[in-house]
């Protein structure tokens, strides 16, 4: 359950890093902590979890656990406080029901490190952002076992397939076993839009993950790690989902 205390979640900080040790930990202050690449196994007192790319982590105020690096990886945070101190348990949300956030996460981690007059205020709307995505995903993940079945696969097929250029939303819903219009129901009954938009929204919030984090990558290649052998297809629909074009994006880095 989202903590109703949330509603209220007043910003603090952000930022992002790289994990290369495990460590024993006893929390400061509340934040969302999100899994950009790497995996963790975590220890908090009877309880034992492993988390791995995609997933989120709502880690309160005076919760004391351990972690065993599973793989080193990058990890986004937001820091938050709330009027009432939330219960010490880590809650987690799994990254296959969600959408790529990582983007949210980076944007607010970039924003705080300008340091303006309006940071704040644009850091509590993201954190106010993911609040949201975390509520309406908490309501969306009430499917009955055979509908679950009937998503396995086609999941699997699409997280190990989504940023190639092969990927086929043909197969997907082959894989399923079902008619299409009743899969594509059930799908965004659990991801909250349907197969298409899931692929395009994941393909270009990952572009917006490369074009901040490796300022090396050529836009060609950033196109072809996201599933576009068209540089010039790929940029038009950046330019048409975000507003800005893959160039003016990193260079306004938002």
């Known amino acids: 359950m989202i903590p109703y205390q949330l509603r209220e979640a007043r910003f603090v900080s952000a930022f992002r890093y790289h ?3 495990s460590a024993h930990f006893r929390i400061q202050m509340s934040h969302f902590l999100y899994k950009i690449t790497g995996a963790s196994r975590y220890f908090e007192e009877d309880r034992t979890f492993t988390t791995s790319s995609g997933d989120i982590l709502l880690i309160p105020k005076g919760a004391e656990f351990s972690t065993a690096l599973v793989e080193e990886g990058d990890y986004a945070l937001i820091y938050f406080e709330t009027p ?6 880590i809650l987690v949300f799994p990254g296959d029901t969600l959408p790529d956030l990582s983007g949210l996460f980076l ?22 952002e993911l609040i949201g995505h975390l509520a309406e995903n908490e309501e969306r993940v009430k499917l009955g076992l055979s509908e679950q079945r009937i998503l ?3 999941v699997d097929y699409m ?3 989504l940023f190639e ?3 086929s939303l043909s197969e997907m819903y082959a894989l399923s076993g079902v008619s299409e219009p009743y899969f594509r129901r059930i799908f965004a009954a659990l991801y909250g839009m349907p197969p298409k938009r899931y692929v395009l929204s994941s393909r270009i919030t990952r572009a917006r993950y490369l ?3 490796d300022p090396a990558l050529r836009i060609q290649e950033v196109a072809e790690a996201v599933g576009y ?4 297809h790929f940029s038009k629909t950046f330019k048409k989902e975000t507003g800005l074009s893959p160039e003016t994006f990193r260079k306004e880095g938002v």
Request: hydrophobic share 40%.
């Open 229 to 232: 052998n068209d540089v010039f």
């Open 165 to 167: 250029p092969a990927f």
């Open 152 to 154: 396995r696969a086609p």
């Open 211 to 213: 074009l901040m984090t």
């Open 107 to 128: 944007s607010a981690a970039s924003l705080w490190t300008l340091e303006s007059t309006t940071s704040w205020y644009l850091c509590q709307a993201k954190l106010m």
């Open 84 to 89: 009432e101190e939330l219960s010490p348990e």
């Open 19 to 21: 994990n290369k040790v």
């Open 159 to 161: 997280k190990k397939h």
